[in-house]
């Protein structure tokens, strides 16, 4: 397997394409606005002295909708990616997926309760209504996570073995009751429930961003500082500690950085598949599993794939708009298929 | 220095080490000999620290194994293990790399480190090759030159310990690398090797530990070692003992 690009080509590639998803996820939808005017607003929004006149839609589209939607798409392709890493490197296996460890399906139910709950009780205050889905997926996801963490440990260590077959069995017992709770719904839930579990970038609102970008940037922060540590887990976890690493508390820090970061993204955007899986792959394909280049760019990747995905998302059927899970698993599923296949080739 | 004293371990309820002391010395290279299922690998496990001894101490530089920081501990106990799971396609050198983790010399001795383990290994030939596109005795040599890098250029206060480094080599690389071994404790680091290849152990080892069901059958020079009679007691194998033509060491001849 020969590596195709150098990093440096790798950021230069990556950055070129973020910045191109961003400026077209800006600029696309039901109202496509010229990219002059995309450009020259979306400046003007971030404080540069440029002459406002003409710009009033652009920069309203821009401000109230589009913004706040790029920056959510960013930040979940970002962390999605990254926590596939993560998992990635903590199960030893270029096939493992943030899933695993039951994260995405605790948020799932920790969201259904929310939906279904709020509906049947329907006592709910408006004003705490979207923050109490959100809060319920995040501590859903966490919550899970933390079970399958605690069942995989004996002795003072974690068997990452015991971990995912407690992650699979904790999965479809939390789908079983999301399962249970899609019967007891009524229509409308029903139909919040679906879309919800479909995943999309749909009402993006500053308020729902911003605990993400926290979590995104605290996750993209602390990661990197391990990535040497990361390298070394690969070998093996009794080789990683004869080379001096701490692994169970390199465990530890991986499982809760993809359960606050996928828990988070989860929690705003809803099921999300394939982005966690397929892109430190691809970036691996590129330029090799070396941690220290795989990191950064697979949140580049991330962040691009899933804004491009959006962006399909909303023009495919437009006016109508696609779930975004539904693009990424079309995308992302025969990609999985075509890696198996050349894996075995 | 390593060593352990009056060590007992036990796995699933089967005391599989039992009554051991044992010192490894600066400079020598110590073979451990036995059957299958004699113990070999669980006084490595217990020596590198991944396995807790029931009864009794190891010691590493006086201080309790399971008391060393990582890190430090890491730059004075290098260990190979008998198999390795690596499944990511890391440039060879780059695998090699990873054994200067524990230090923090500078980027450019770290090069020159690994550039030269890929040579005492012999697999310089191999650099900008695929992990996953190695051999399996071209793999086992690239594990080899890590943990060679790791405490290259091997010196008194370190320790390596071997677990089966020539299972999957051809006749001429198990001397080539059993001399970079050899080397390695010339230049004063002790090691320990497991070993199934009772020639090359009297060839290469300065001290010879027979195990046999957990206990230590004989310690000692390999002349005195691997004579019949403790061949026999241990391994059932009936065998002829002669002089190494030119050598002088023991050739050991199945009958």
Known sequence: ?345 | MLRVENLHVRRGGKEVLAGIDLQLLPGQVLGVLGPNGAGKSSLLGVLSGELAAHQGRVLLDEQEMAQWPGAERAQRLAVLPQASSLDFAFRVEEVVALGRLPHQSGRLRDAQIVDAALEAADVAHLRGRSYLALSGGERQRVHLARVLAQLWPGQAGHHLLLDEPTSALDPLHQHVTLQAIRAFADRGAAVLIILHDLNLAARYCDRVLLLEGGHPHSLGVPAEVLRPEPLKAVFGLEVLVQKHPERGHPLIIAR
Request: aromatic share 6%.
């Open chain 1, 1 to 345: 397997m020969n590596r195709l690009v150098k990093p440096r080509t790798l950021f230069l590639g990556l950055g070129a394409l973020c910045v191109l998803a961003i400026w077209l996820s800006l600029a696309l939808g039901p109202v496509s606005l010229p990219l002059i005017d995309t450009l020259r607003a979306a400046l003007r929004l971030l404080g540069a002295p440029i002459d406002g006149q003409g710009l009033e839609q652009a920069e309203l589209i821009l401000g109230q909708i589009r913004l706040p939607r790029t920056l959510l798409g960013l930040a979940v392709g970002g962390v999605l990616a990254l926590s596939g890493v993560a998992m990635q490197g903590l199960f030893r296996n270029p096939l493992a997926d943030p899933g695993l460890v039951g994260v995405s399906s605790g948020a799932a139910l920790g969201a259904a309760i929310a939906i279904v709950g709020g509906s049947m009780f329907g006592a709910v205050p408006e004003a705490i209504a979207p923050y109490l889905l959100s809060l319920c997926a995040f501590l859903g996801g966490l919550g899970v996570t933390a079970l399958v963490y605690r069942l995989g440990r004996r002795n003072g260590q974690t068997h990452v073995a015991t971990m995912l077959l407690a992650g699979i069995a904790l999965t479809a017992l939390a789908s079983s009751t999301v399962g249970l709770f899609t019967y007891l719904a009524d229509d409308a839930t029903l139909r919040t429930l679906t879309f919800w579990n479909l995943g999309s970038l749909n009402g993006a609102s500053y308020q729902r961003l911003w605990p993400l970008l926290l979590v995104t940037v605290l996750v993209a922060l602390w990661l990197p500082r391990r990535a040497k540590a990361l390298n070394a887990l690969l070998l093996g976890e009794s080789e990683a500690r004869h080379l001096g690493i701490d692994v169970e508390g390199l465990k530890r820090e991986l499982v809760f950085c993809t359960a606050l970061g996928v828990g988070a993204a989860v929690a705003a955007a809803g099921m999300i598949g394939f982005v966690g899986l397929v892109v430190p792959h691809l970036v691996r394909l590129l330029s090799g599993p070396d941690h220290r280049t795989l990191r950064p760019a697979s949140i580049l990747a991330g962040a691009s794939l899933l804004l491009l995905a959006d962006l399909v998302a909303r023009l495919a059927l437009a006016p109508a708009e696609l779930p975004i899970g539904i693009v990424t698993a079309f995308i992302g599923a025969p990609f999985f298929l075509y890696l198996l296949l050349r894996g075995r080739a």
